[in-house]
């Protein structure tokens, strides 16, 4: 999947629905890829995901079910808090996925009725 740098704008429409105000996961809930990995949202569980540079951090081996005892092990694991983090401290860099899935009213992802 291609990375285009997102505008200011669309950055500051990024509002991710897997982190409320307080930073705790309210708007969307913990996925399991039909290939066995835990995803923040079903949103991320697209074929083209473990090509994406930011979402395939998610899909290492080390995280799959089969390799962990149990959910927590793996939503606690350094490669998924990387993820969760950078979504609200760099905002820029997140998966385009993110960018387009969610936004606030505004952004060129929204379509228009
Ligand atoms: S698309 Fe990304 S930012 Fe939005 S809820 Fe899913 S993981 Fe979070």
Redesign the pocket.
Known sequence: MENQTPTDQEIQN?Q????GPEGRNV??SIAVSATGFV???C??DRPSSPMDEKVKTLFDESLHIDNNDTIDDIISAEPWQK?MRE?IEKPED??P??L???TRDGSRYVKKL
């Open positions: 990024f991710p629905k897997c982190i708007g969307r995803l923040p949202c949103w991320l993820f979504l997140s998966s996925i993110c387009e899935m969610c």
